[in-house]
């Protein structure tokens, strides 16, 4: 079992903080004086407010605060060419790249130039999340941060909050479709909550420990002292259209005489419970299991090939020649998921006017964002020609094809095709960033 200098890791690497922390914003700022920002850092750092994986998770504690930090903010905090040209290409260019921006998807309605923040004069240099324990704790920390900005030589492009937590029946989130959230996370070596040896390596997700892919430390920024412990941090604000989703799930269910909550849940597949759909199922069992590789749903007559967490990770069929193939393809692109929802929660869809925006602040972490997040968005979740399907992309977030979009329902005696429909999610902004261990941060602000 790897063993990891976890007061040097960035607490959320390790939880969402879903149990303790109600409340969570994400401050988006923009550093105007490096000289100040580095100060402000510094004070952040050396008073011990920046969370980390040895602290005690329990009910008492009022913050966790993490900072990340995009290409264009370390620049502004690091003039030595040789540092800034060691960390990973897809982070230098950035998400709203040109080349990058058409690799994820992000055409049409979810262009870079439509993004509500992460492009042009809204580009992002630090991610600020603060997570609090209840509203009033919440509202005092926020105000004295922001009052804070000015002296920190930072200005706030925007605040995001998360929305109120909804929880299920068996305590999993809710994210807006109605689904249980947060339910596959890979199971780490070394982190805290894995007893044993963790089916996946810890440099998947921590740089300066072997990975998953070849066994070696992943590229890392130099130094090893300012890499080490560190990770690339994921987000995009992901708008979901939940009214649409629902009307068309309701009209095409009753079109093709079957009832929603089956045709929805193949598209997520899994049930609202969280229940993967397993073969010759017809309703939700209501059970919560994630040991499964898809061994028993070779023909995707459960769980379609093309649904949503079947692309997201293949698991143990289509990859290889066997199980164990499959499996260790799939293991070379996990992400470590720790998003949370924002805007109101609807219990009911149809009330959803589309003026209120809702959706998923989705955050992911990983060692590699090419081979990680960026694979499974493009090679996955967006490729036409997933797993012998050949003109859709993935029926819940895809964003390949605007309109006209295609799902196959693999079934007995034969397959169901669901046709013409729009995109569900819309991208309205989003970066990368990196994660810094505490001790880069300190060599950040000491730079
Ligand atoms: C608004 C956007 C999204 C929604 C509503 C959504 C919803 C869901 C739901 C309901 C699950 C099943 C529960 C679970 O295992 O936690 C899930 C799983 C997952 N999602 Fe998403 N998701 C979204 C965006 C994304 C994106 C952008 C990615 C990556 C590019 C992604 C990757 C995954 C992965 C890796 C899993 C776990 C698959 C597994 O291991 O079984 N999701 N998502």
New binding site residues.
């Given amino acids: 079992m790897t063993t990891i200098k976890l007061d040097e890791v960035q607490g959320i690497v390790f939880s969402g903080y879903n149990k303790y922390m109600a409340n969570a914003s994400y401050y988006l700022l923009r550093i105007e004086d490096a000289g100040k920002t580095k100060a402000w850092l510094k004070n952040l750092v050396d008073s011990g407010r920046i969370s980390h994986g040895a602290e005690k998770p329990d009910d008492t504690t009022e913050n966790r605060l993490n900072l990340a930090i995009s290409y264009p903010g370390y620049c502004k905090l690091e003039a030595d060419e040789a540092k800034r040209y060691s960390f990973e290409l897809s982070f230098r260019e950035g998400m709203n790249s040109e080349h990058r921006s058409a690799l994820l998807g992000d055409r049409g309605p979810n262009d870079p130039g439509k993004w509500s923040w992460g492009n042009g004069n809204k580009e992002v240099d630090i991610l600020l999340i603060l997570f609090s324990k209840d509203d009033a704790i919440h509202a005092a920390s926020c105000s004295s941060f922001e009052k804070g900005f000015k002296a920190a030589g930072l200005s706030k492009i925007d605040r995001l909050d998360a929305g109120a937590k909804v929880q299920n029946q068996h305590g999993f989130v809710r994210?807006?479709?109605g689904?249980?959230?947060?339910?596959?996370?890979p199971v780490v070596d070394g982190f805290p909550t894995v007893t044993g040896t963790g089916e996946i390596a810890t440099g998947e997700f921590l740089l300066g420990y072997p990975n998953q892919y070849d066994g070696k430390k992943t590229q890392m920024p130099v130094s090893e002292q300012f890499g080490a412990n560190g990770t690339y941090l994921v987000f995009?604000q992901?708008k979901?259209n939940v009214g649409e989703f629902w009307q068309f799930i309701n009209d095409e269910a009753k079109r093709q005489g079957i009832d929603p909550e089956y045709l929805a849940a193949k598209f997520?597949?899994?049930w609202k419970s969280?229940a993967v759909v397993a073969p010759g199922e017809k309703t939700d069992p209501d059970k919560i299991n994630?040991s499964f590789t898809f061994a028993n749903d070779k023909d995707g007559t459960g769980c379609p090939f093309g649904s949503?967490?079947r692309r997201?990770?293949p698991?143990g069929v289509g990859l290889g020649e066997n199980e164990a193939e499959s499996l260790k393809v799939a293991n070379r692109h996990?992400?470590l998921?720790r998003g949370r929802s924002y805007g109101s929660f609807l219990e009911d869809p149809s009330q959803d006017t589309g003026k209120d925006e809702r959706?998923?602040l989705?955050i992911?972490l990983n060692a590699n964002i090419e081979r990680q997040?960026e694979f499974?968005?493009h090679t996955w979740?967006n490729n036409l020609k997933f797993a012998g399907l050949y003109d859709e992309d993935d029926p819940?977030?895809g964003s390949a094809l605007e309109t006209d979009r295609k799902f196959t329902i693999q079934d007995e005696p034969l397959r169901r095709r669901v046709c013409g429909f729009q995109q569900f999610?819309t991208t309205r902004g989003g970066a990368y960033f990196f994660l810094p261990s505490l001790t880069a941060l300190g060599m950040l602000a000491a730079s």
């Fill in positions: 994210e807006h479709f689904f249980a959230d947060g339910i596959s996370d995009r992901l979901q997520v597949g899994r969280g994630n949503h967490i997201a990770n698991r996990r992400i998921r959706g998923l989705f992911c997040f499974v968005q979740i819940l977030i999610v």
